[in-house]
C-alpha cells in the first residue's frame, strides 16, 4: 500500500508522462532504425583507434615487453597503471545495477543497461594488459589451474593469482547479469522485428521469453540474488587489486587503507566514466525524458561523496607515514608530493579532491556541460591516481642507489590510447544493436504499472 | 511418473494440451489483469498463466504462486564452488606438487580465502541463472502462445491472461465467457492448425 501511494508526490522517475508503447518506441527504435550520422563518425575515429590497438599489441608481442617503458626500479609502469584505471571505471555498472537495486533506489533503472555494459567492456581493457603484460602471452594459461605436461599448479598463495580470480569472476557475474537483465528487452525487439533473420536471431537470445509471470517469478528471484551476489563481489574485485600493491613491502603500497580506499576510488571513477557516456548518449538518442537531469544529479552527489572518501585516503595516508615515524614510508609520501613526480601528485589532488566539490552546488550540480567537465577530469585524475600509487612508489625505495625515473615510450602511450578505441567501439555496437535502456524495468517504475494505479483512478 | 513431468512442466507454463492449446484474452491494464488472475483461480483454474511487458506488483499472491525455489539453486552453487576452492587449493598446493615458498606452509585457510570467496561467488551465479533458466523451462524459441498475432504485444504493452486446454476445469464456451465477463478482449483459441 505503501507503493501506491509514495508514486503521487515523489517526483516522477520518467518524465515526459509516457505511455509502455511510447517508452518501447523511445528506446527500441535507435536498436532497429539506421543510426545518427554521428555514429558513424564516431565509430569511424574508434575503429581507426581499436586498430592501432591490434598493431601495438602485435608489436609487443613480437619484440617483448622491452618496448615498453618498464624497467628497474619501475618495473610495473603503464601496462599495469592501465589495468588499475579500466578495472576502476568497469566497477560503476555492477555498483548501479546491484548495490542500487538492493536499497530500492529506483532510479537505477533509467541508466543500469547502459553503466553495465560499460562495465563489462571497461573489464575486457583491463584484462587485456596483465595479459600482455605477462610478455609471454602464449602462455597466459598458465595463470589457470589447467593440468599441464609439466605437472604444475599456479601458486595460489600470490595476490597476483587472487586477481586472476577476482577479475575473471566478476567479468563472469556481470555479463550474466547484463544478459539475464537483457532477456526481456531482446523479447521485445524480437516481437517488433520485421525481418526473419533478426527474428531467427533475436529469438536464439531471447530464450523464448513470453513475459509470463510463472516465469517473472523466478525471473525475478534469480535477479536479486544476482544482485546480491554481486554486491559483495563488486567490493571484493578493487580490494583484491589493491592486495597487488597491499601485500607487497614498498614503501607507499604497503598499507592496510588501500582496500576501502582502491574501492571508493573505483566507483568515483566509474561514475565519472557513466556520466561522460551518458551525457552524450542521452542527448544524441533523444532519450532525455528517461535520463533525467535528476538521475545525472544524483550521480554527481555520489561522484562528491567518492571523490571526497578517496581525498580524506590520501590524507590519511600521509598522516600514518608521519604517525608510523618510519622513516622510508614518510619519505615516500614526502617525494609524492614534492619530489620529481610532484606534477603528477597535484594533478590527482586537484582532479579528485578538489574539482568534485563544485558539487555541494545543486545549480553546479545540475549544470550539464559543467558535469561533463568534471567527469573528464575525474577521470584523468583517476589514471594519475594510478600512475602515482604505482610509479612514485617503485621509482624511490629503500636504496638511493637503485633510484631511477620512469619515462614512458611511444608504444604504451598508442597502447593506452589503442584501448579507448576497444573501449567505445564496443560502446558504440551496443548502443546500435542492443535496448540502451532496461525496458521492462522502466515500464515497471511508471505509475501506471502499479495495480493500484486503476483504483484510485476507478474510486 | 508421467503426471509427475506435466505436472512439473506446468509449473514452467508448459502445458500438455493438444491440437487446442488454450484462450487467450487481452486485458487493459495491470489492475484489471490481477484483478482476472485472482478471480480465474477463485474459479478453480490452475493451468494458467498472465503474461506482461513487467513483472506486475502482487502477481504471485493472486495467482497463488509461492516462493520460488531459485534460492536453492544458488545455495547448491555456492557450496560447490566454495568445496571447488577449497579441494582446489589444498589439493595443488599440499598434494600434488608441494612447493616451498619462503617457508609458509603447503596449504593455509588464511591466502585460500580470497579465491574461496570467489569461486563461491561465481557458481553461486551460476546457479541462480541456471536454476532459473531450469525452472522456467526456458530456451524454448516454440511456444504455441506465438501462433497469436496479437501475442507480439504482450513484451510491449498488452497484458494478457492464458487459461491452457489441459486444465481440468478448461470448457471451451465456459471458459471463454468466464475471460469475457472479467473484462477480457480479443478473446482467443489458440490451437495447433497452421
Known sequence: ???????????????????????????????????????????????????????????????????????????????????????????????????????????????????????????????????????????????????????MWPQFKSPLLWDVFAVSSYFIVSLLFWYVGLIPDLATLRDRARSFIRQRVLGIFSMGWTGSNRHWRNYEKAYLLLAGLATPLVLSVHSVVSFDFAVSIVPGWHTTIFPPYFVAGAIFSGFAMVVTLMVIARKVYGIEDLITLNHLEKMNIIILLTGSMVGFAYITEFFIAWYSQVGYEQYAFINRATGPYAWAYWIMMSCNLIAPQVFWFKRLRRNVPLMFAISILVNIGMWFERFVITVISLHRDYLPSSWGYFTPTWVDVMTFAGSFGLFLTLFLLFLRFAPMVALSEVKGVVPQADPHFYDQESS | MKKLLAQIKASMGIYESEPVYGLLAEFADPG?????????????????????????????????????????????????????????????????????????????????????????????????????????????????????????????????????????????????????????????????QE
Open chain 2, 32 to 192: 484489471a489483469l490481477l484483478h482476472a488472475a485472482s478471480q480465474v483461480r477463485e474459479a478453480g483454474y490452475r493451468h494458467f498463466d498472465v503474461h506482461s511487458p513487467f513483472p506486475v506488483h502482487g502477481m504471485d499472491k493472486a495467482m497463488g504462486l509461492g516462493n520460488s525455489l531459485v534460492g536453492f539453486f544458488t545455495l547448491g552453487g555456492g557450496i560447490t564452488g566454495f568445496a571447488l576452492a577449497y579441494w582446489l587449493q589444498w589439493w595443488t598446493g599440499a598434494v600434488a606438487y608441494p612447493l616451498n615458498i619462503s617457508g609458509k606452509p603447503f596449504f593455509a585457510i588464511e591466502p585460500s580465502i580470497p579465491i574461496m570467496f570467489e569461486l563461491t561467488v561465481l557458481f553461486a551465479a551460476f546457479g541462480a541463472v541456471a536454476g532459473m533458466f531450469a525452472l522456467n523451462g526456458l530456451p524454448r524459441p516454440h511456444s504455441p502462445l506465438f501462433y497469436s498475432r496479437n501475442f507480439t504485444r504482450a513484451t510491449d504493452d498488452a497484458f494478457f491472461l492464458h487459461i491452457a486446454a489441459s486444465d481440468k476445469c478448461f470448457d471451451l464456451e465456459e471458459t471463454r465467457q468466464l475471460l469475457a465477463d472479467l473484462g477480457g478482449y480479443h478473446v482467443e483459441l489458440l490451437a495447433a
Open chain 1, 1 to 151: 500500500m505503501g507503493h501506491s501511494t509514495s508514486h503521487s508526490t515523489e517526483t516522477p522517475l520518467v518524465t515526459g508522462n509516457l505511455s509502455f508503447h511510447e517508452l518501447t518506441e523511445l528506446v527500441a527504435r535507435h536498436a532497429e532504425k539506421k543510426p545518427p550520422m554521428g555514429w558513424y563518425v564516431a565509430i569511424g575515429i574508434s575503429s581507426l583507434l581499436l586498430l592501432n590497438l591490434l598493431v601495438m599489441i602485435a608489436y609487443q608481442v613480437w619484440n617483448g615487453v622491452g618496448v615498453w617503458g618498464n624497467n628497474v626500479p619501475v618495473g610495473w609502469g603503464w601496462p599495469i597503471v592501465d589495468f588499475v584505471f579500466w578495472v576502476g571505471i568497469g566497477h560503476a555498472g555492477t555498483l548501479i545495477s546491484a548495490i542500487l537495486f538492493l536499497f530500492r533506489q529506483r532510479w537505477r533503472t533509467s541508466i543500469n543497461r547502459a553503466a553495465e555494459a560499460m562495465t563489462i567492456f571497461a573489464v575486457i581493457c583491463a584484462l587485456l594488459f596483465p595479459t600482455i603484460h605477462v610478455g609471454r602471452i602464449w602462455v597466459i594459461y598458465w595463470t589457470l589451474p589447467i593440468p599441464n605436461q609439466m605437472d
